[in-house]
């Protein structure tokens, strides 16, 4: 494996990539194929046919031996469907190897065995994969072979799209356009492009795999359904920044080597704040490749995780008691010539651009705040938005000191005449230089925060894609600035216009603006006071998708269609039903299976240990023996009950054919009776001697990586 200085020479090696396709391609192709990348507009089928030869050559001097088309349907993981280059045999039975203009922008695949929530029945089976070459292909190397990848869109016969990336590239599309109207007003005649760069912050947990493979409730659902806490937790935040340990970094340098050479920058690596979590963190890209790359992101970490004896666990939640995982949406809006439209400068106060574009972000996040927390909901979230570790459920914008000064002077006296500055940061040492501080501190506990010169939505759950977060941001900004720049381009007096929009923007969302901490209590009270939506669950969190406002604003802007959008809803509580009944099917099984057998064993064995002693010493005290029978029998019992009840309540929620009603009831009737398996089951653990417990335990599994 190469080494560490080798960044330059193995980046990107493993993609088609401009430099790529400017050797392989005729110049007039290549110019043409940029501008349709740039502009957005329609590829030729001359040019794919030629497209296509050249990246099948490339691919094939690459040692690939099939093709696929990757896409993104509704279940947030990728998909593919591998086929070979080869065509046909010759005269002289060698194999023709193929790979047809065609082949590359158009892919079949079966639609109707992919969520569709309606939108396709068994028998319609029919759906397209769509070449997106603003996301590059790339070659994909593991124990298959080579594959070549080619990021597609994923859309049924009659042109509904049943993926996350036709409507992440739409709303794209959007925000650039209403965008452009902003800054044009501004006197901008050069920028040609606004696109959203988007930076994941992923996180994760890495355990053992052989223990891993011990834990059923890992395998079929990614947490644990059982588990007492360790002696030890996080609450020494010793985990947090501390030093890698070799195995962890021996699989962190190989992640990064393979990211690297799929052109993924992979960038901040370190310690996260439960024992065994991660995080990793690539360079912030065009929105649409972001999303892209971090599905590699997690798919690499899944896969170089095995090859090391370790499991990867992306899910929100692996571990009640200690931190969840998530990641942070960090969003801004830049132009293709490099003005990045958030980015405040030294005086905000006097960047009437950037005010305007914080009213209007202001705006749109208070409007919609409903749709943004229904796009970071998923069923892994559920354990972990406000929880006290992650943002809590109510949205709100933390825009710092700074900000919010002006704020404070636009909409108190109409005028806004000075920006706070961070000043000198002293350290008080002689020999340690002083530096500039930031104007604002950071704030851990908000669910969407300004950090500089980009909002960062701290909702979005590890395991999920970030297209949906993302679709909405964009389309919400691109609302927000359609509306201000209808009201600009009408105004006689631009200057008096646009000061007064601002003042009122902030007048009408300020109530979205919220500096404190989101953990405490008093602000869900708060919150409540100010109107503020505090949707606790996803199943609560669905019916945003399909109000009046939902379909009126991704309507307009040709994002979703109404169909879509309840077709999406549809799908949702579907996944919400099927992921409950899982977790729920599986702590029946391992309570029946492993922990009842085992602890039952165990009492026998403590009884048949008592009449030993009472034979050997008749006057010996068994007190202990006696309340170690008595107390786990009374611990096993309350098991039995709930098992029981767990059967039942999961039985009568599958019944329900209404998918939204099903949700709900998974929700309130399921969810609640597998607390009440799990209490006594964890209780049990800490009573039991370790030889009999079927299963790793917490600190097993956290703390001997
Ligand atoms: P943190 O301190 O929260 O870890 P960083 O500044 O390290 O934040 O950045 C986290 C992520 O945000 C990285 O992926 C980074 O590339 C990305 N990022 C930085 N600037 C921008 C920007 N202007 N727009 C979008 N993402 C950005
Ligand atoms: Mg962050």
């Known amino acids: 494996m190469p080494g560490k200085n080798m ?106 065995s992919f969520p569709s929530g309606g939108l396709r029945a068994t028998f319609e089976a029919r759906g397209y994969t769509a070449w997106d070459c603003t996301s590059p292909a790339f070659l994909r190397e593991d124990a298959i072979g ?38 044009r007003l501004f006197g901008n005649t050069t920028s040609k492009r606004v696109t959203a760069q988007v930076g994941p912050e992923q996180e ?11 834990r059923k409730d890992l395998i079929y659902t990614g947490r644990t359904l059982f588990g007492a806490n360790p002696a030890k937790g996080q609450e020494l935040d010793d985990h947090y920044y501390g030093p890698i340990r070799e195995r962890v970094g021996a699989f962190m340098d190989e992640v990064n080597h393979e990211l690297w050479k799929l052109g993924v920058t992979a960038t901040t690596q370190h310690n996260e704040a439960a024992p065994a979590q991660h995080e990793l963190a690539p360079i912030y890209a065009e929105c649409n490749l972001a999303v892209d790359h971090n599905q590699i992101i997690m798919e690499t970490l899944k896969k170089v995780a095995n090859r090391h004896g370790l499991a990867c666990l992306l899910h929100e939640k692996p571990f009640a008691g200690v931190n969840g995982s998530g990641k942070h949406n960090n969003w801004s809006l830049s132009t293709d010539d490099g003005i990045n439209l958030m980015s405040p400068g030294e005086t905000p106060h006097e960047n009437i651009q950037f005010l305007l574009i914080l009213a ?10 409903d749709l943004l927390r229904m796009s970071a909901a998923n069923v892994g979230n559920e ?55 930031d104007a604002t501190d950071r704030n851990r506990t908000s669910p969407f925060a300004f950090t500089g010169n980009k909002f960062e939505f701290r909702m979005v759950g590890s395991s999920d894609s970030i297209s949906s977060a993302n679709t909405t941001l964009n389309t919400i900004a691109a609302e927000a600035f359609r509306d201000a720049a209808d009201e600009l381009e009408k ?30 209590k008093e602000w869900e009270e708060e919150a409540e006071r100010r109107g503020l939506p505090n949707i606790k669950s996803m199943v609560d969190a669905i019916p945003a998708l399909v109000t009046e406002k939902s379909k009126k604003l991704f309507g307009e802007f040709g994002v979703f269609t109404e169909r879509e959008l309840e077709s999406r809803a549809e799908v949702e509580y579907d996944i919400y039903s ?42 010996a005290d068994v007190t202990v023996q006696t309340k170690l029978i008595e107390r786990c029998s009374e611990l096993l019992t309350q098991m039995y009950e709930a098992r029981e009840e767990l059967i039942a309540a999961r039985k009568e929620a599958k019944k329900l054919t209404d998918s939204k009603e099903r949700a709900n009831a998974y929700h309130s009737k399921v969810v609640p009776v597998m607390e009440k398996l799990r209490t006594p089951a964890d209780k049990l653990e800490m009573i039991v001697d370790k030889k009999y417990w079927p299963m790793p335990s917490y600190g097993d599994l956290m703390f001997e990586v």
């Not at 209007?360 to 705040?369: I, T, Y």
């Not at 105004?491 to 901490?517: P, Q, S, T, Y």
């Open 7 to 112: 960044i330059d020479e193995i980046f990107g090696c493993d993609v088609f990539s401009r430099k790529v396709m400017r050797e392989r391609l005729p110049e007039d192709v290549y110019k043409k194929l940029i501008k349709t990348i740039e502009d957005g507009t329609e590829l030729k089928p001359e040019i794919a046919g030629i497209v296509a030869e050249a990246m099948k050559n490339w691919a094939v001097e690459h040692g690939a031996t099939h093709f696929t088309h990757w896409f993104q349907p509704l279940t947030g993981v990728t998909a593919e469907k591998h086929d070979s280059f080869i065509s046909g045999v010759d005269d002289d039975g060698q194999a023709i190897l193929k790979f047809s203009g065609k082949e590359l922008i158009k892919g079949e695949a079966d639609a109707s």
């Open 146 to 183: 080579v594959t070549l990848c080619i990021p597609t869109a994923f859309c049924s016969y009659t042109g509904d799209a049943l993926d996350k990336k036709t409507p992440l590239l739409k709303s794209m599309q959007a925000v650039n356009d209403q965008a452009l109207r902003l800054i």
């Open 383 to 437: 354990q972990r938005l406000g929880g006290y570790e992650a943002p809590p459920a109510v949205i709100s914008v933390f825009v710092g000191e700074q900000l919010e000064d002006v704020i404070e002077q636009l909409t108190s006296t109409g005028e806004a005449t000075h920006s706070k500055q961070g000043g000198v940061f002293t350290t008080g040492v002689r020999n340690l230089p002083d530096f500039d501080k």
């Open 491 to 520: 105004a006689e007096d631009f200057n008096l216009c646009v000061h007064d929009l601002i003042k009122r923007l902030l007048r009408e969302h300020r109530r979205i603006v919220f500096n404190g901490n989101g953990y405490a």
């Open 360 to 369: 209007c972000m202001l705006s749109a996040v208070d409007k919609h705040a």
């Open 578 to 619: 099927k992921a409950i009944n899982i977790e729920a099917k599986s702590m029946v099984n391992i309570a029946g299976k492993q922990i009842i057998p085992a602890v039952s064993e165990y009492i026998g064995a403590v009884a048949g240990n008592m009449n030993e002693i009472r034979k050997a010493c008749p006057l």
């Open 204 to 214: 994760y947990f890495l355990i053992d795999k052989e223990k891993y493979l011990k």
